[in-house]
């Protein structure tokens, strides 16, 4: 017998849930998506040279990614608040620290471990993990799209914020600023403190059975599902090529001779054209099959790569390449998640939904890292577009074949998909 015994929360709890999610997200994916802003500063400060500095961040993206499914498993376990406000001491820390290092070493602690450890526990897996488990279903996709625009809103406003800052008083001006923001997220925290859903005894329709299986059965039967390792493989592309262009495209920018506000601004379009595109992403996600969505998510990064390296390198070539890879930037997140929720239920969401993750940012290490390698060795980062191009054809088809069903063990009733 299916049974569904969510308790239900009034519109107003499930308001300030979804809400104290978005904002967290806005903060610390801002303080992560400003970081390719400071990597000129830095190397005029430091010394250092692109490579070196682009590696210190490619590892960032590898911790921001290798974190989350750490994190999430203890919030699976203890709650989300400790996690988040961890994770704000983490970020803040680095990010203030960050101006007073000088070796490559130094920058690797800052901003490859601690700022993007700390931005890791105050992301994707924990806030939608956390909201889908305080849900019940119809709910959330909706959520997951709202969770993520708030990530959008937060490119949007902090890229033409750090960039003024650091054009005006300066870059360590502009990362004290970034750091004592990311402070907000500890109150914000306090709204994360609400009880999770009851678990259901029986499967719930629609849902995987969850019944009397423990973390590590549900990693191994996780990581021998074909569809949960296509998601795998799809959101590696989507790491490198986030992490190419917040990293790479202010220098991008300047080898085409333009304003370095024409990278601030185009930054702040892609967040600010990707809110639209998440809540987008989490409608759509509701009445048609999530993996088909991401398909055409990957196929239509392809096409707009390839039209952009056609193009005369204008300002507003900028604007409008923003704009279009901005609809579907981080609009991947909705389906991503939501396919993980479909196949094993919400029980493990924030680990499972993490190591996804996990991957998606070791894309975003090769992404940075082989950006910078690309610039010094060949004087520009053609192959790298051309990589970007490539990969995100194979994104396209390597999600067709994933199966929009529960995962049933032996032994347990039959869900319907």
């Not at 070796?103 to 889908?132: H, N, Q, Y």
């Not at 917040?246 to 920018?253: K, N, Q, R």
């Not at 099959?289 to 900028?318: C, D, E, G, H, Q």
């Not at 396209?396 to 319907?416: D, H, M, Q, T, Y």
Request: charged share 10%; with cysteine.
């Amino acid at each position: 017998m299916m049974m569904n015994t969510h308790t239900e929360m009034s519109p107003r709890a499930a308001w300030l849930l979804i809400l104290a999610a978005s904002a967290i997200l806005m903060i610390t994916m801002g303080a992560r998506l400003t970081t390719g802003l400071f990597l000129s500063p830095l190397n005029t400060a430091t010394g250092l040279g692109v490579a070196s500095i682009s590696f210190a961040l490619a590892i960032g993206q590898f911790m921001w990614g290798a974190s989350q499914p750490v994190f999430g498993a203890i919030a699976d376990k203890y709650g989300p608040a400790r996690v988040i406000v961890l994770g704000a001491l983490l970020l803040a820390g680095g990010l203030a620290a960050t101006p007073f290092v000088s070796s490559e070493w130094g920058l690797l602690l800052t901003m490859g471990v601690l700022s993007a450890a700390g931005a890791g526990a105050g992301s994707f897996s924990i806030l939608i993990g956390a909201t889908a488990q305080r849900l019940p279903p119809a709910r959330r996709p909706f959520a997951s799209g709202f969770i993520n625009a708030g990530g959008s809103f937060g490119q949007f406003v902090f890229s033409p914020l750090m960039q003024f800052l650091i054009a005006g008083p300066g870059w360590i001006i502009a990362m004290f600023t970034m750091a004592a923001t990311t402070l907000l997220t500890i109150p914000l925290a306090w709204l994360m403190r609400g009880r999770k859903a009851t678990q259901p005894t029986v499967a719930a329709a629609g849902a995987a059975p969850v019944v009397g299986i423990g973390l590590t059965q549900q990693l191994r039967e996780a990581l021998r599902d074909r569809s949960y390792l296509c998601l795998h493989a799809g959101f590696f592309t989507c790491g490198f090529h986030i992490a190419f262009l917040v990293t790479h495209l202010p220098g991008e920018v300047a080898l085409c001779g333009l304003p370095v506000g024409v990278a601030g601004t185009a930054l702040g379009l892609i967040g600010l054209f990707n809110i639209a595109g998440s809540l987008s992403a989490g409608a759509l996600s509701t009445r048609y099959r999530m993996k088909n969505l991401l398909a055409l998510m990957y196929f239509s990064r392809a096409l707009i790569i390839a039209v952009y390296l056609m193009a005369p390198k204008t300002a507003w070539t900028f604007y409008i390449l923003a704009a279009a890879l901005g609809f579907t930037w981080l609009a991947t997140v909705p389906p991503t998640a939501g396919l993980v929720g479909k196949l094993f239920g919400t029980r493990y969401l924030a680990t499972l939904f993490g190591l996804t993750l996990l991957s998606h940012q070791i894309g975003g290490f090769f992404g940075a890292w082989l950006g910078g390698l690309s610039f010094v060795r060949f004087g520009d980062y053609s192959w790298m577009w051309y990589a970007d191009i490539a990969l995100a054809l194979a994104a396209a088809l390597v999600n067709l074949p994933i199966r929009e069903a529960p995962v049933v063990r032996a032994g347990a009733p039959l869900a319907k998909a």
